[in-house]
Structure formats: C-alpha cells, structure tokens
C-alpha cells in the first residue's frame, strides 16, 4: 500500500475516534452546559497554568480574538479567573477556579469510563502512541 493512501487510512481513522469520543461525550456537555471548545480549553489551562491569553491561543492553535472570548465566557460562567502578574501588571495569567477544576475533574471522570468501555486493551493504544509520536518527530520538521 502507497504511503499517502495509509497516510489518508491514518487521518480518516482519527477523525472516525474524534467522532465517535464526542458522542460518548455528550452527557458530560449537557450535564455541564460546556461546549467542546470550552473543555478544551479548561483542561490546557490544567495543563499550563498560570497561562497567558497569547500561549493558551498558540498551544491551541486559536486566533487571539477568539480564545478571548472563549475566556471571557469561562470566566463569567465562574471557571476560569484571570490575575496580573506580579512582575510584569501588563501581563495578564489565566487561572482554573475551583468550579472549573470540579469541570475538568468530571470530563477525566467521563472520559475514564467511556474509553475504558471502548478500549479494553490499553497496552496496545499506548503503543500505537508511542509509534506516532516517532511519525510526527521526523515529520514535523515539514
């Protein structure tokens, strides 16, 4: 088989994993009225924190204007809180508050239970990680 076709197998395989993860997901959006962006942007704050408006954009490959909002939204809603930062007042961090740690915290919980119903063996996923990770380190230099 060409490589560009297992290449398209590849790609097309992920996309069908993404699709059927977000329906298995959909009690945890509606239980918690967050939108798939918003946990994803919760669970990077986790990941990164304190994390200013510019790296949580680039780390999420999001326009500026865009994540802003996002936050904006999150910080209403009571997850997320943003602080200036002590050595620099012009720069602004981004921070979980305890609701939306509590968030985060659940969509693990959900995420833990649906992907342990769908894959039962773990060792093989990892490897199958461990192997596309050696993919993208040549690749991604292009």
Excluded: W
């Amino acid at each position: 088989m060409k490589t560009v076709v297992v290449i398209e197998k590849i790609e097309n395989m992920i996309r069908a994993i993404q699709a059927s993860i977000q329906r298995a997901m959909k009690s945890y959006y509606a239980e918690t009225g967050l939108s798939k962006t918003h946990t994803l942007v919760l669970r990077e704050v986790r990941t990164c924190e304190p994390i200013t408006l510019n790296e949580l954009s680039s780390n999420l490959s999001k326009v500026p204007a865009n994540m802003s909002i996002t936050v904006s939204e999150l910080e209403d809603q009571g997850y997320l809180e943003r602080e200036r930062f002590v050595d620099d007042r012009r720069v602004t961090k981004i921070r979980l508050t305890e609701k939306g740690a509590e968030a985060v915290n659940l969509f693990d919980t959900y995420m833990e239970k649906n992907l342990h119903e769908m894959i039962e063996d773990e060792k093989t996923l990892k490897d199958i990680l461990e192997k596309l990770e050696s993919v993208y380190e040549k690749v991604k230099k292009y």
